[in-house]
């Protein structure tokens, strides 16, 4: 055998073996972790129940429905729209584990885009999953991507288009579930997602909409719930009752240039009160320092520290960070404030919660205390 | 010390030494970077991290590669001497008037697709022997080509910098259009004076066209020879006018043009004509993919961060010296990277000026990146199609101009507000 | 388009490898293969 031949043959099994190595880990990365069904939960359908051409797409996605001793309002709550953003998927995997509704109904979809969950983003370092310790053992969670997995959604177009306004954004946008709303029937993966959630909304009347974010301390709409004009009485009352409680939170408009997302087409498209909510996630940041798990649950960095200090920040960073347990209970407790505001102006049609963690609980106990142990009978 | 800044010199000095002591290639210099960076910034998978940031540059591995096809196929087909012999005929008795219409002709592949790279390997390869012919030198027309490829990527319609700029404050890509032509229009026309009118007025441009080869023009004929570049631009332009009915992508619109080229002029043996261009290409790919292993590297390990905030640290008057410094040497990665990177912490940091304003002229110093060695990507693929094999002589023609366009952008986010009122 | 793109792909996979067995010089070896990598792993729809 020729030498070039033999340095070929050894460069390309280098090259195999890495692959091999990096292609087990990428298609561990895609069996998703056990939610275990709380008492609350009284049914269990896909998204493609409510729009058939998601079926058997990896865009399905479970749909946990917890109906109320009493009829009332209903609430649909939207956790890991964007999987790099854990608070989300954590505040809405808590509603499946632990709420029980005295009244109205609870629709809650953990994984809004599933997909996200299967993959991580190129260059961004992220971890691939994160450990939440529970008295009975530990509980594994994805760290997933802002986006759709591009082997489910390849390749994106040079712009992308939204669809219903025409407005352009870089192509990799085409795999942002927050911004293909309202979808599209026949369209990509994620606006057939948009899609089935709005047909989930018009189809079950749902009366607030709830989407669960995270954005990065160096953003400025951060620790704030967006609204839209119709949602904003309903927020303004929110916001007032979570400064009660010691929660800061600012209220935004949403904008009205800025399309595909939730809080403005599931307001202009259907009758739902929508509102999206963000917390400070630093492991989203592009200020961050070393970015694995334990920024992830602790959201200590101190580069944050630091760029606080130069006044770069649009929340308050010291060296406590912000731990996932603070930002779960946020986005608990604005759920928890929703609902209340909402019964307290709609008595006849009420939406109350009940089982919940506080957010002094969840930041006394952290949200280990507060998860069902990993050995119970799983969904 | 903090452990980021000795992190950032262990890959850096690698990366150095691989390059310059031991002559590796820099593709493999920058992946023994990243695995001496991930081993020692204990990662605890530094296979699957240094794997999976070669993943930002699928899509563009892909486009590069399909242009060198179509470039070398539009070469060996014979089109490319017969449309130069065209241009130069019809268009020499005004050589100013030619080297801007021919400086706006290398950007408009850049001004529909957003990438430096496709100006350069179409129209650039197209352009480069019209300079040589009127009399410019190599290096000149290597510098003008991707001058212009880079004020292409940037001017309107498609600027991907812009987007992603846009993209991290929530800001939708409308009403850039006439900011991005007062960026990159006024600096093709300086640029296309400066290095080709002034080299090539005291040539007898009529001996010129004496010496032209029309051979194979009269034996295919304009229209079949010239087909495939008109086709793969229509497709471009179609694309961009009725996104929602065409949507093919670069690297299918390439290769598409590639096999016309086939079939329009003069016979060649496609399959070797692919491979010599892969082999050309392969070095800027390797680059690419041992980029992405580093961004990756730095990411995860901090190292970013570290720079990140080092560069917003400097006082408010500073900025955008930090600005002009700082994007331009990120660059040296990737122009996105430096946009994404860097671009959206400093657009954050200038809030309350023009924001359109703003984002244009940061675009415009992100582009700057494709400058920047080792990745350089303009420089590197005009010098392909220039014929010179270091680019780096070109880089030294780059130096002043690329001082004028950051003082231009720098004007323009200064004084963002009164430029905003003018339209 | 998926499966177009697959096989534009597959097709610059291709090359790849022509040229990483063809080539007689080392440093486009350890290149190629370094390219080979994330077009496989693509092409394999695993990434």
Not at chain 1, 122 to 145: H, L, M, N, W
Not at chain 1, 183 to 209: A, F, H, M, S
Not at chain 2, 200 to 218: H, I, M, P, Y
């Amino acid at each position: 055998m020729k030498k070039h031949t033999i340095t070929a043959i050894l460069c390309a099994a280098v090259a195999l073996i890495a692959a091999a190595i990096a292609g087990t880990s990428f298609l561990e990365a895609r069996k998703q972790t056990p939610i275990v069904k709380g008492p609350g939960v009284s049914e269990i359908k896909m998204l493609s129940d409510w729009f058939p051409g998601l079926k058997g797409s990896p865009g399905d996605t479970e749909v946990y429905i917890l109906r109320g001793a009493k009829p009332g309002a209903s609430m649909l709550v939207l956790g890991g729209t964007h999987p790099n953003e854990p608070s989300g998927h954590l505040a809405a995997v808590m509603l499946i584990e632990r709420a029980q509704l005295p009244s109205g109904t609870l629709y809650v979809i953990p994984r809004a885009n599933a997909s996200g969950f299967t993959h991580n983003d190129a260059q961004e370092g992220a971890p691939q999953k994160f450990t939440i310790q529970t008295p009975a053992g530990p509980r594994v969670f994805r760290y997933g991507s802002r986006a759709t997995n591009p082997i489910h959604q390849w390749p994106d177009p040079n712009v992308y288009i939204h669809a219903s306004s025409g407005q352009t954004l870089s192509g990799s946008e085409t795999r942002n579930l927050n911004r293909g709303y309202p979808g599209r029937p026949d369209g990509t993966l994620t606006e057939r997602i948009c899609y089935g959630i709005v047909q989930l909304i018009k189809q079950e009347n749902i009366t607030i909409t709830v989407d669960l974010h995270e954005a990065s301390p160096e953003y400025p709409v951060i620790n704030a719930i967006v609204a839209h004009p119709k949602a904003m009485s309903l927020a303004s009352d929110t916001v007032l009752g979570l400064e009660m409680q010691d929660i800061a939170i600012r209220l935004e408009p949403s904008p009205v240039n800025l399309r595909g997302l939730t809080h403005r087409e599931l307001g202009d498209f259907t009758d739902t009160l929508p509102v999206l909510m963000e917390t400070a996630n630093a492991s989203q940041g592009r200020l961050r320092g070393r970015t694995d798990e334990a920024l992830v649950l602790t959201g200590k960095d101190k580069w944050y520290v630091r760029a606080a200090r130069l006044g770069r920040l649009y929340v308050p960073y010291d060296e406590k960070g912000h731990p996932l347990d603070e930002r779960v209970g946020r986005h608990l407790a604005g759920i928890q404030e929703l609902a209340f505001s909402w019964t307290l102006s709609h008595e006849d049609q009420p939406l109350e919660f009940e089982g919940l963690p506080s957010y002094d609980d969840l930041m006394t106990d952290g949200l280990g205390a507060w998860l069902n142990p990993p050995s119970a009978p799983q969904s | 010390m903090s452990p980021e800044f000795l992190l950032f010199i262990l890959m850096v000095g690698v990366f150095a030494a691989g390059c310059f002591l031991l002559k590796w290639p820099v593709a493999a210099s920058m992946l023994v970077a990243a695995t001496a960076g991930a081993l020692a910034g204990g990662l605890q998978d530094p296979i699957r991290h240094l794997v999976e940031g070669t993943f930002g540059y699928v899509d563009t591995i892909l486009t590069i590669a399909t242009a060198m096809m179509f470039m070398m196929g539009f070469r060996d087909s014979g089109a490319l001497e017969a449309l130069t012999a065209v241009v130069v005929k019809r268009f020499h008795k005004v050589p100013s008037l030619l080297m801007i219409l021919l400086t706006l002709v290398i950007m408009v592949p850049g001004m529909i697709t957003g990438s430096s790279t496709a100006s350069v390997l179409t129209a650039g390869a197209v352009v480069a022997p019209m300079f040589f012919v009127m009399g410019m030198s190599k290096v000149d027309a290597g510098a003008l080509i991707s001058l212009a490829a880079i004020l292409g990527m940037i001017a309107p319609p498609v600027n991907i910098p812009v987007m992603i700029i846009g993209g991290g404050i929530d800001m939708p890509y409308v009403g850039f259009e006439i900011p991005l032509l007062l960026l990159t229009i006024p600096l093709a026309i300086v640029f296309a004076l400066w290095f080709g009118w002034r080299k090539v007025r005291g040539v007898d441009q009529a001996k010129v066209v004496e010496s032209l080869d029309f051979s194979t023009l009269q034996q295919y004929g304009a229209i079949k020879l010239f087909a495939p570049i008109v086709v793969v631009l229509v497709l471009m332009v179609l694309e961009k006018a009725f996104p929602r009915v065409l949507s093919l992508g670069m690297p299918l619109i390439f290769l598409l043009g590639t096999a016309l080229t086939w079939i329009a002029g003069k016979r060649f043996d496609i399959l070797q004509s692919a491979r010599k261009a892969m082999e050309d290409a392969l070095p800027v790919l390797g680059i690419l993919v041992g980029v992405g292993m580093l961004i990756q590297v730095m990411t995860a390990t901090g190292v970013r961060g570290f720079i990140v905030v080092n560069a917003l640290s400097v006082p408010q008057e500073l900025l955008l010296v930090m600005i002009a410094i700082s994007i331009p040497l990120f660059g040296a990665i990737s122009a996105f990277g430096a946009a994404s990177v860097l671009g959206v912490p400093f657009m954050l940091a200038l809030l309350g000026r023009d924001q359109i304003i703003t984002a244009a002229s940061l675009s415009l110093i992100a582009a700057l990146g494709d400058f920047m060695p080792p990745t350089a990507l303009a420089a590197i693929f005009a010098a392909k199609v220039v014929g010179i094999e270091k680019y780096g002589t070109i880089l030294k023609k780059l130096l002043v101009p690329a001082l004028l366009i950051i003082a231009v952008a720098l004007t323009f986010i200064l004084f963002s507000r009164q430029i905003r009122a003018l339209y | 388009m998926l499966y177009i793109y697959l096989a534009i792909l597959a097709m610059v996979l291709g090359l790849t490898l022509w040229v990483l067995f063809s080539t007689k010089k080392p440093s486009l070896q350890v290149t190629a293969a370094m390219v080979m990598v994330p077009l496989l792993l693509r092409l394999l729809l695993i990434k």
